[in-house]
């Protein structure tokens, strides 16, 4: 599901307890440091929702853009992504 600069793809699987997280980032987010610096402030975003986050597994994404949001803009794209895929508890 797409919300803004960043997208998530879910695949339900109740067996899969926590749920897993992957980062797909493209060279068009920027140098490996930015793609570094976004894979660890959606890695934060996501285990502070940790407790609320449906069983399965998840990948996450985002275009060049995403590394200049601020957290609370990135933090409300990743709310709106998940509410849209129905993911949260």
């Known amino acids: 599901m797409v919300a803004?600069?960043?997208w998530v793809v879910f695949v339900a699987d109740p067996s899969v307890q926590p749920p897993q997280v992957?980062?797909?980032?493209?060279?068009?987010l920027g140098s490996a440091?930015?793609?570094?610096?976004?894979?660890?402030?959606?890695?934060a975003i996501l285990a502070a929702r940790g407790e609320t986050l449906a069983p399965g597994l998840y990948?996450?994404?985002?275009?060049?853009?995403?590394?200049a949001l601020p957290s609370s803009?990135?933090?409300?794209?990743?709310?709106?992504?998940?509410?849209?895929?129905?993911?949260q508890r």
Do not use: T
């Open 59 to 67: 990948l996450v994404g985002g275009g060049a853009s995403l590394g």
């Open 33 to 43: 440091v930015k793609r570094n610096r976004a894979r660890r402030r959606l890695r």
């Open 4 to 6: 803004g600069p960043l």
């Open 22 to 28: 992957a980062f797909a980032f493209g060279r068009a």
């Open 73 to 87: 803009r990135l933090d409300d794209l990743v709310g709106e992504a998940l509410a849209k895929l129905g993911s």
